[in-house]
C-alpha cells in the first residue's frame, strides 16, 4: 500500500474489473494495513473495495460503516447480479451500519431482503451538511 497524500493510500492491486490474484493480493494488503495501523472505526464506498474493506474489519472485530452509491445488481444486466446480491447480503451481516444515498436505495435492500433496516442510515447525496466544510478557508483545507 502507497500512501499518496495526508490520510490517502493507494492499493496497487485493487482494480474494479474482478481478478482473482489481484483481489486476493488486495484483501491481504488491506488486512496488513488495518492490523498495522489499529483503527477504530473504517468507512468504505464502493462494491468491490466495500467488500473486501468489511470482510477484513469484520474479521479484526474493526467496526465498520459501508456507503452504498448504487446497488450493483440491480444497476446493471448482468448474469452475475444473483450473485453480486448474495455476496452484498454476506457483506452487510460483516458491518455495523449500511449508508444510503437515497431512501429509495435503502428501500431496494430491505425489499430484497440484503440489509436489514436497523442498520440502514439514509444521507441524501452521501451529504448530511456542507457546513463543516465551510467553517474552513479554502487555503487551510489544502495545507494538508
Known amino acids: ?55 477484513v474489519c469484520n474479521d479484526l472485530n474493526i467496526r465498520n460503516v459501508y456507503t452504498h452509491h448504487l446497488i450493483v445488481y440491480k444497476q446493471f444486466n448482468s448474469i452475475f447480479n444473483p450473485l453480486y446480491r448474495f455476496l452484498e447480503k454476506m457483506a452487510s451481516n460483516w458491518c455495523d451500519y449500511v449508508i444510503t444515498v437515497s431512501q429509495s436505495n435503502a428501500n431496494q435492500l430491505v425489499r ?23 467553517e474552513y478557508e479554502l487555503h487551510e483545507l489544502w495545507e494538508y
Open 112 to 134: 430484497d431482503r440484503v440489509t436489514p433496516n436497523d442498520k440502514l442510515l439514509v444521507v441524501y447525496n452521501g451529504l448530511s451538511s456542507l457546513q463543516p466544510i465551510f
Open 1 to 55: 500500500m502507497k500512501k499518496v497524500s495526508y490520510g490517502t493510500y493507494i492499493i496497487p492491486c485493487l482494480f474494479r474489473k474482478l481478478s482473482l490474484t489481484n483481489d486476493l493480493k488486495a484483501f491481504h494488503e488491506i488486512r496488513e494495513f488495518l492490523t498495522k495501523n489499529k483503527f477504530d472505526l473504517v468507512h468504505s464506498n464502493g462494491p468491490k473495495a466495500g467488500f473486501l474493506f468489511r470482510k
